[in-house]
T-cell receptor, first 114, second 114 residues
Framework: ETGVTQTPRHLVMGMTNKKSLKCEQHLGHNAMYWYKQSAKKPLELMFV???????ENNSVPSRFSPECPNSSHLFLHLHTLQPEDSALYLC?????????????FGSGTQLSVL | DQQVKQNSPSLSVQEGRISILNCDYTNSMFDYFLWYKKYPAEGPTFLIS?????DKNEDGRFTVFLNKSAKHLSLHIVPSQPGDSAVYFC?????????????FGKGTLLTVNP
């Protein structure tokens, strides 16, 4: 398997649920990202990990908790989300943080919070 | 405040004709610009980029033009093909700084009719 793989593709959760999004990249990259795409809004950067270390937290609420156990895997743990958190969550990777312009994206997780 | 703007949410062109997608930016510190393409149910994929030291970059049917004085760039697709139908995102970054974070526009949906 190649590229950036995200699971699940779709997720429906209640506001009291805890769920996790998973991302795996098979490109040998060292930087991984979480982006959020809400309807009619630009892609918003949430978190950046470079060599497993978090280098960017773009003022994201604490109900979103990222985890990067190694350079190939990235998780986004979700807890007590709000309906306005419903969006497409995209994982991406790049060779490293200094070459983050050419991103390789996964297909995303379409999240609906009820 | 949106720093990268794609004012046309959608564009429809006939197969074989030219498609022109426009993008404006407000931050004069941006010095690198990219276009990404996104098909439904897939993540965005890198298409073409241009540095601020150039005013044109060409790759096959795709050409990006940069007008720094107007803070405007455009993507030309010639000839347009039905397979080009997708959402196109403009993005910009500031390479000279310590943070290469990409700023995206909202996207333009291109439909190429057979």
């Amino acid at each position: 398997e190649t590229g950036v793989t995200q699971t699940p593709r779709h997720l429906v959760m209640g506001m009291t649920n805890k769920k996790s999004l998973k991302c795996e990249q098979h490109l040998g990259h060292n930087a991984m990202y979480w982006y959020k795409q809400s309807a009619k809004k630009p892609l918003e950067l949430m978190f950046v990990y470079n060599f497993k270390e978090q280098t960017e937290n773009n003022s994201v609420p604490s109900r979103f908790s990222p985890e990067c156990p190694n350079s190939s895997h990235l998780f986004l743990h979700l807890h007590t989300l709000q309906p306005e958190d419903s969006a497409l969550y995209l994982c991406a990777s790049s060779q490293d943080w200094a070459k983050n312009e050419k991103l390789f994206f996964g297909s995303g997780t379409q999240l609906s919070v009820l | 405040d949106q720093q990268v703007k794609q004012n046309s949410p959608s564009l429809s062109v006939q197969e074989g004709r030219i498609s022109i997608l426009n993008c404006d930016y407000t931050n004069s510190m941006f010095d690198y610009f990219l276009w990404y393409k996104k098909y439904p149910a897939e993540g965005p994929t890198f298409l073409i980029s241009i540095s601020s030291i150039k005013d044109k970059n060409e790759d096959g049917r795709f050409t990006v033009f940069l007008n720094k004085s107007a803070k405007h760039l455009s993507l030309h697709i010639v000839p347009s093909q039905p397979g080009d139908s997708a959402v196109y995102f403009c993005a910009a970054s500031r390479r000279g700084g310590s943070n290469y974070k990409l700023t995206f526009g909202k996207g333009t949906l291109l439909t190429v009719n057979p």
